[in-house]
């Protein structure tokens, strides 16, 4: 048996004793030994994701169009190729609700490409423009820092990424950033627009997917995975396209004792990437993100001036990357 099991476990049991306080020793040990069966993936370090996401953070908001935004995309670029990926970059632009042109970016790192059996992961690195859910109207047009609504998502990614080039799953796995994802017109906008100025970067790469006649089993989609109180339901989208994806990813998550944040209940649904790439590239695609329709929606700094490090949990981060791990080197 790895090392990395036994760490792994070690770790999980803390997370257990630590969140249940000791009277529930027992069953935390009863766990443990079941994970020794169960743990397939390397040991997801979540101190190493964290520092991925503030990275991201540190070069501003990503807003397309922008210094930071560019600086912040060569960065990502530049971390994919290190982790031993194949990396292709779709460099398009693409017009927003009110005719803006966005010099948009979408960034892709395959590994084994060799492969036909193949998995798809996705995230959104750009940025809100627009601070258009705080509190404070005069707050409305500060650009989101993203910290959870963007760079958690990628972060993960990163470190998944970063723990393949050592050991690869059966399958191969394409790791997507997607551009210009939150550039839907703002609350305060009252100018004609549609709905679908959301996810213009997917929309483009499901339409030209970097490959030619590309396919994957299924893919995920992470989005705003790294607040502390993230909880999350199956999406409503991703139960209609995918739905024995969603019991899959959950069921890991439950055998990994991670049923805090997996709640085995219908949320709401959501226009996000996730949508693009079942509609349109027609690959069956979840989005694992923080929303809770019986609580307050997404997670309370959501398009807000507060999306910033201070609510960024590397327990979600673990809970999050370690269950898409496991999900991946489970497939045969
Ligand atoms: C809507 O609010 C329609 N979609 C949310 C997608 C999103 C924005 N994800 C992150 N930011
Ligand atoms: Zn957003």
Avoid at 10 to 26: D, E, M, Q, R, Y
Wanted: aromatic fraction near 12%.
């Amino acid at each position: 048996m790895r090392k990395v099991i036994s760490l792994f476990s070690l770790l999980i049991l803390g997370i257990v004793v630590g969140a249940c306080g000791g009277s529930k020793n027992k069953s935390s040990k009863a766990n443990f030994e079941n994970e020794l069966e169960l743990v397939k993936a390397p040991l997801f370090n979540a101190d190493s994701a964290y520092h991925y996401v503030n990275t991201q953070v540190l070069f501003g908001p990503r807003v397309p169009n922008t210094e930071g935004h560019k600086l912040c995309g060569v960065y990502l670029e530049n971390k994919l190729k290190e982790f031993g990926a194949t990396v292709t970059t779709q460099e398009v632009d693409l017009i927003a609700f009110d005719g803006t042109v966005l010099e948009a970016k979408n960034i892709i790192g395959a590994y084994q490409p060799e492969k036909k059996k193949r998995v798809v992961l996705f995230a959104h690195w750009d940025t809100r423009p627009w601070s258009d859910n705080d509190a404070d109207e005069k707050n409305y047009n500060t650009p989101v820092l993203g910290a959870n609504d963007g760079a958690s998502g990628v972060g993960v990614l990163l470190e998944i990424a970063r723990l393949i080039q050592k050991e690869q799953p059966n399958l191969g796995v394409d790791i997507v950033f997607f551009d210009a994802e939150d550039y839907g017109a703002p609350q305060f906008y009252k100018g004609p627009h549609e709905e679908e100025y959301w996810g213009l970067g997917s929309q483009y790469w499901s339409r030209n997917p970097h490959i030619t006649d590309y396919n994957a089993r299924f893919g995920i989609l992470l989005d705003m995975v790294g607040d502390k109180d993230a909880q999350f339901y199956y999406e409503g989208y991703s139960n209609e396209f995918a739905k024995s994806i969603n019991k899959k990813v959950w069921k890991k998550a439950h055998e990994l004792g991670f049923q805090h944040y997996f709640i085995k209940e219908l949320g709401g649904y959501i226009t996000d990437d996730h949508l693009f790439v079942n509609k349109i590239a027609r690959i069956p695609t979840i989005d694992i993100i923080h929303n809770n329709i019986h609580h307050t929606g997404f997670a309370e700094s959501w398009h807000t001036v507060n999306d910033t490090m201070d609510n960024i949990d590397k327990n979600t981060l673990q809970a999050v990357g370690q269950t898409v791990l496991e999900v991946i080197f489970n497939e045969k």
